[in-house]
Each structure stands twice: as structure tokens, then as C-alpha cells.
């Protein structure tokens, strides 16, 4: 039977979490490209399916909305289902529900797929075959907007470069780690009081390994826009709003 929609319950560890014992942003990115890789080998659409046809599932976009952080041990139920393809972009929507089934936040995601030859989005005729089931379910979380950047100086300046562990399957940056960048220029100290309840992240262009990223850094009335530039091209960029903290500060 194809199911539109499909979840997996699992218990956050040691890795899943900060010193607060807090569910990391990154994360919660990860644990949804997951879930999203497994339902959709289970389509006949994930990473073996199309490998030998050199595609490969790329986000552009992604929401995410989190009204509480789930602390480490506990576990969490993530649901994800299917939407109606538009013009080369697959939505796919995600949950995220506590040990009571109560709801812990969302996620909205645009998928496309990329030709891994050419490192560009794949064409319509390659993409035929690629069929994926409509769920009737509505998204819990809003649809991503793009995000805009101020033109002010940065907060903060600072260059990366990729490293081996930063790096996926498809020969890039790994969408994740754009967070797990953003979370280590805030900081230790912030995570302990505050958390990101909404994240907005457009991915412009892939990072490949050895290129010199340009990460900024601006502080909104809200939270925090975040954006990383190859030679003064922007290749991805990410608005925040931050709130206080509903849970625990800290485990310890």
C-alpha cells in the first residue's frame, strides 16, 4: 500500500541534544531529512531508487515552527506527509508531537530534485517517473516565504570553510550544518534562556567542499537573519524569531 503519510517514534540521545538538554536545531533538520528519506524509498522515490538515475533530493526552502523543545530521553513522534507537485517543487510537511501526542511544532519543506551530473535542477522529462501521493492532511506549520537581508553591516563577520564532517552523500554542505553555523555563532550562553521558534532558510546555491563561506550575521526587533556568500554571491540566507524558553533552562 503507497501511504501519503508516514511517522517514526524515537528517544532523543546524547546527540540529538545541547548542554541544556534541549533538541538542537540542526537536529530537528536532520531527524526531518530522515523521515523524509525513509518515507520516500518506502514511495520507490528515495536515495537507491534514484542514485542510478544521478538524481538526488535538494531542498530550496524550509519552515520550521516550534512552540516547545522536547528535552533529552523523551520521546518524540515525527509525522510527515506529501503535497501536491508544483512546477519541479515536492512540499512536504512534518509534525513533531511529545510523549502525549501534544503537539510540539511543525515544518514545511520544498523539495526539488537535482541533476547530479550537471548540478542543477533536474528537467521535467528526467523527473517524470518521479510520482509522489497527495495527502488530503493540512501543514501545521506556514509555507516559507523568501528571506530578504538589510543592507546594514552585520553584527557579526566571520569565514568558514567546510569540513570533511560537514559533508553529505551528494558532494555538498549538508543543509543541516547551515544551522549548526548559525547556532555556534550565537552561542552557549543563548540556548539557555531562549530558544528559535520559527527558521526560515532559503538555499540559493550549494556549498562545495573547499570554497571560503562569508557568514553574516544581523540582529532583527525578533531574532536574527543569517546569510552565507560564496565570492560575494548569496548562497543561502535565514530569518529567526527567538522567544523565551516554555521548558527547563537546563538538565544540570
Known amino acids: 500500500?503507497?501511504?501519503?503519510?508516514?511517522?517514526?517514534?524515537?528517544?532523543?540521545?546524547?546527540?540529538?541534544?545541547?548542554?541544556?538538554?534541549?533538541?538542537?536545531?540542526?537536529?530537528?533538520?536532520?531527524?526531518?531529512?530522515?523521515?523524509?528519506?525513509?518515507?520516500?524509498?518506502?514511495?520507490?522515490?528515495?536515495?537507491?531508487?534514484?542514485?542510478?538515475?544521478?538524481?538526488?533530493?535538494?531542498?530550496?526552502?524550509?519552515?520550521?515552527?516550534?512552540?516547545?523543545?522536547?528535552?533529552?530521553?523523551?520521546?518524540?513522534?515525527?509525522?510527515?506527509?506529501?503535497?501536491?507537485?508544483?512546477?519541479?517543487?515536492?512540499?512536504?510537511?512534518?509534525?513533531?508531537?511529545?510523549?502525549?501526542?501534544?503537539l510540539l511544532g511543525g515544518a514545511t519543506v520544498y523539495w526539488s530534485l537535482m541533476d547530479l551530473a550537471k548540478r542543477q535542477m533536474a528537467t521535467a522529462e528526467q523527473t517524470s517517473s518521479v510520482v509522489l501521493p497527495v495527502s488530503e492532511k493540512p501543514p501545521v506549520c506556514k509555507p516559507p516565504k523568501s528571506v530578504y537581508l538589510p543592507d546594514i553591516p552585520p553584527k557579526r563577520e566571520i569565514r568558514q570553510v567546510p569540513v570533511y564532517s560537514e559533508l553529505d552523500v551528494n558532494g555538498h554542505l549538508n543543509n543541516t550544518e547551515y544551522m549548526a553555523w548559525f547556532c555556534d555563532l550565537l552561542g552557549p550562553e543563548f540556548f539557555e534562556k531562549q530558544m528559535i521558534s520559527s527558521l526560515t532558510i532559503h538555499y540559493a546555491k550549494e556549498i562545495l567542499p573547499k570554497q571560503e563561506v562569508t557568514l553574516r550575521?544581523?540582529?532583527?526587533?525578533?531574532?536574527?537573519?543569517?546569510?552565507?556568500?560564496?565570492?560575494?554571491?548569496?548562497?543561502?540566507?535565514?530569518e529567526t524569531v527567538i522567544r523565551e524558553r516554555k521548558d527547563a533552562s537546563s538538565l544540570f
Open 1 to 102: 500500500m503507497v501511504l501519503a503519510e508516514y511517522e517514526e517514534t524515537r528517544l532523543l540521545t546524547t546527540d540529538d541534544c545541547d548542554h541544556t538538554g534541549g533538541w538542537k536545531m540542526e537536529k530537528i533538520l536532520s531527524s526531518m531529512q530522515n523521515l523524509a528519506g525513509s518515507h520516500a524509498d518506502s514511495l520507490g522515490a528515495g536515495f537507491r531508487q534514484l542514485r542510478p538515475k544521478n538524481l538526488a533530493w535538494v531542498i530550496s526552502k524550509t519552515k520550521v515552527e516550534m512552540e516547545k523543545l522536547p528535552l533529552f530521553w523523551h520521546a518524540v513522534t515525527l509525522k510527515t506527509w506529501t503535497g501536491k507537485e508544483r512546477h519541479g517543487i515536492y512540499p512536504r510537511y512534518f509534525s513533531f508531537h511529545d510523549e502525549k501526542g501534544e
Open 217 to 238: 550575521l544581523y540582529q532583527t526587533e525578533t531574532g536574527y537573519l543569517f546569510s552565507g556568500l560564496v565570492a560575494e554571491e548569496v548562497c543561502f540566507s535565514a
